[in-house]
C-alpha cells in the first residue's frame, strides 16, 4: 500500500527565515514521483517541485528544494527566505508507477509566517 | 501559459439534484484526473483518463460518472447528491514527459455546495 505522512499540521516561521516541511512515504515500487503542492486559503492548487524516485539530485525550483533522502523515505520540502505570500497549505503527494495514474496525497502542512 | 480551466467556478444544489462539471484540459495534454477535497481534508482522487480512455478509478462513489471527449476535455457527472459530496472538485492534466516526469497542473476548482 502507498501512503504519505505529514506529521506537523501547523508550523511558523519568521519572515525571512527558512522553514523545512516534513513529508514520508511509503511504496515498495522502484518507480515514483514526489510532489509538493501550495494550496492558499483562494483553494488553487499550485505545483511547487518534483522529485523522480531515480533522480541523483535533490530538486530545486526557486526558493524551493526539496531533500530527499531516499533510504529514509523522506521527502522534506525546503522555502528558503519566507515570504508572508507563503502562509498557506502544503500538501506532499507521491504518484508510485504500480499505482496507476493516481495521486495520492498527505493530510497536509499549514504553515504561517509571521512578520 | 494556458493553464486547466474548469467550470462552473461555483454550483449550489439541493438534494437528489444532478451537477455536471467540466474541465478543459492545457492544450496538448493526454491525461485528466479528477480529485475531491472535503473541507480541511486532503484531496482523494476519483477518477482519470488518458487519451479519452478511462485509465484508472478510485473512491468515485458509483452515482458519479466522468468521460472525457473528443477534444479532450472532461466532464464529471453527479447524480443523486447528498450533503456530503458538498466539497472543492479539482480537476487536473498532465503529460508524460521524457524521463518519466508527470506533473499534474490544477485547475482552481470548482466549488459545490448541496443543500
Known amino acids: 500500500a502507498q501512503k504519505i505522512t505529514q506529521t506537523q499540521?501547523?508550523?511558523?516561521?519568521?519572515?525571512?527565515?527558512?522553514?523545512?516541511?516534513?513529508?514520508?512515504?511509503?511504496?515498495?515500487?522502484?518507480?515514483?514521483?514526489?510532489?509538493?503542492?501550495?494550496?492558499?486559503?483562494?483553494?488553487e492548487m499550485i505545483f511547487l517541485i518534483y522529485q523522480g524516485s531515480y533522480d541523483q539530485q535533490n530538486a530545486t525550483e526557486g526558493r524551493y528544494s526539496l531533500n530527499f533522502q531516499k533510504a529514509r523515505k523522506s521527502a522534506n520540502l525546503v522555502i528558503s527566505a519566507s515570504q508572508l505570500g507563503d502562509s498557506a497549505m502544503y500538501f506532499c503527494a507521491m504518484r508510485a508507477k504500480g499505482g496507476g495514474f493516481k495521486t495520492i496525497f498527505g493530510a497536509g502542512t499549514r504553515l504561517f509566517v509571521k512578520a | 501559459a494556458a493553464g486547466v480551466i474548469q467550470s462552473p467556478r461555483h454550483l449550489i444544489k439541493e438534494k437528489r439534484e444532478t451537477a455536471t462539471l467540466k474541465c478543459y484540459p492545457i492544450p496538448r495534454h493526454d491525461t485528466v484526473y479528477w480529485y475531491q477535497q472535503g473541507?480541511?481534508?486532503?484531496?482523494?482522487f476519483l477518477i482519470s483518463f488518458y487519451e479519452k480512455m478511462q485509465s484508472d478509478k478510485g473512491s468515485i462513489p458509483d452515482r458519479f460518472s466522468a468521460q472525457q471527449f473528443s477534444d479532450y476535455h472532461s466532464e464529471l457527472n453527479m447524480s443523486s447528491l447528498e450533503l456530503g459530496d458538498s466539497a472543492l472538485y479539482f480537476c487536473a492534466s498532465s503529460i508524460r514527459?521524457?524521463?518519466?516526469?508527470?506533473?499534474?497542473?490544477?485547475g482552481p476548482g470548482t466549488r459545490l455546495l448541496v443543500l
Open chain 1, 9 to 43: 499540521p501547523g508550523m511558523f516561521v519568521q519572515e525571512k527565515e527558512a522553514v523545512t516541511l516534513d513529508c514520508t512515504y511509503d511504496t515498495s515500487d522502484p518507480s515514483y514521483g514526489l510532489f509538493w503542492y501550495k494550496q492558499p486559503s483562494s483553494g
Open chain 2, 97 to 106: 514527459l521524457a524521463g518519466g516526469q508527470e506533473t499534474q497542473y490544477f
Open chain 2, 39 to 44: 473541507p480541511g481534508q486532503d484531496p482523494q
